[in-house]
């Protein structure tokens, strides 16, 4: 087969792990051919593409990033962007094409098969763990990690100066993230967008822990967590290039709104994209490796129109149209259940 690969969306730890398992499998197990297009949907719109052999992957396996790069958009922001990939499969000889991508590219791949037709299969991927038909996504255990460490840290610098650390991480429309590093990291309170807070009863926590003899709060919330409406100010977002808000800067308010209400000095650390670089945790390897593997089997069983997912430890396929736009949002009765016993 001559078989297409292209990362779509922000990038994540386990990219390349994937990229080198297709061609490693697709290649050595059943002689195809596979080509990298360039910066996402862009490459296969523009035919800008490289031969990608085993010779071309060696290294890749822990080496964070996407070496074929990635973007955000999709061929249904340009008139002609439909068009133009079907030009490419015909001009190219393709016979498969791996999207890895997460909600926004796995819900436009989902629906160039609707209309098209196409030969695609979906591997999904994200930080934020909210691709819905998957039990998790790579990238996600890598992101946690370097939360927790970051939280580690911040615990003896928090305690050194009797302060509220609050520690935003990401996870735009799910709280995935801060829940993991949250509890791993040992959180007073964990704030996620799935639960819209009030800031009366974080700092309520706050100063009870305080008053029980207790130094230093961690207060860990995701960039997407929400104050119930009317209850403190919230940050004026920009928008970047495909509208969505640039998010970002709701801890800086909490704190603003700790230290005025409790009068412990609090401050703020943003993670950021330090949780998308570097390289993958072994766990991410291994399950980018396998997804990378079942997408080649997929496309040789010609499951087109399907998603390689994690269901209960085993990797399975599962229809790309579930994916449909959707959050996979945090489990509630995790968060209720158990992290929520430990704040305070
Ligand atoms: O890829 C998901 C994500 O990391 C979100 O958690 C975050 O909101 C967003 O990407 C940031 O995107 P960008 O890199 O485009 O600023």
New binding site residues.
């Given amino acids: 087969m001559r078989i297409g690969v292209l990362t779509g ?4 730890p386990g990219l390349n792990a994937v990229i080198r398992a297709i061609v490693r499998a697709g290649e050595v197990e059943h002689g195809d051919e596979v080509w990298g297009f360039l910066d996402s949907w862009d490459g296969v719109m523009d035919q800008r593409f490289v031969r990608l052999d085993v010779a071309s992957v060696r290294g890749l396996l822990p080496r964070g990033g996407t070496v074929i790069g990635t973007r ?1 958009g999709s061929p249904y922001d340009r008139p002609d962007g439909v068009e133009r990939v079907r030009a490419c499969f015909a001009e190219q000889h393709l016979d498969a094409l791996v999207v890895i991508g ?1 909600n926004g590219s796995l819900t436009v791949a989902a629906k160039l098969v609707a209309e098209t037709g196409l030969p695609i299969v979906g591997v999904p991927k ?3 763990n909210d691709v819905v038909g998957t039990d998790i996504t790579f990238g996600f255990h890598t992101a946690v990690q370097i939360a927790t460490d970051a939280i580690d840290r911040l615990h003896t610098t928090a305690e050194s100066h009797d302060r509220v650390m609050v520690v935003e991480v ?3 429309d799910t709280g995935w ?1 801060a829940t993991y590093a949250g509890m791993a990291g040992g959180a007073t309170v964990i704030l996620i967008p799935e639960i819209p807070f009030d800031i009366a009863d974080v700092c309520e926590v706050v100063s009870a822990r305080h008053k029980r003899g207790r130094y230093a709060s961690i207060v860990v919330v995701a ?2 967590a929400q104050p119930i409406p009317g209850t403190m100010v919230v940050p004026d977002y920009e928008t ?1 290039h495909i509208g ?1 808000p ?3 800067g709701v801890s800086v308010e909490i704190a603003r709104e700790i230290e005025t209400r409790t009068g412990f000095e609090a401050r703020v650390v943003q993670i950021g ?1 330090v ?2 670089g570097g390289t993958p945790t072994a766990y991410d390897r291994i399950l980018s490796t396998r997804f990378g593997v079942a997408a080649v089997e997929a496309m040789h069983r010609r499951e087109f129109g399907s998603m390689v997912a994690l269901r209960c430890s085993k990797v399975v396929t599962v229809p790309l149209g579930d994916v449909d736009g959707r959050a996979r949002t945090v489990d509630l009765d995790l968060y209720r259940d158990v992290a929520s016993i430990f704040f305070g």
């Avoid at 969306?9 to 994540?12: I, L, M, P, T």
């Fill in positions: 969306g922000g990038d994540c955000r997460g994200t930080i934020d990401m996870g735009r993230i960039e997407g970047d969505r640039r998010l970002g994209h949780q998308r």
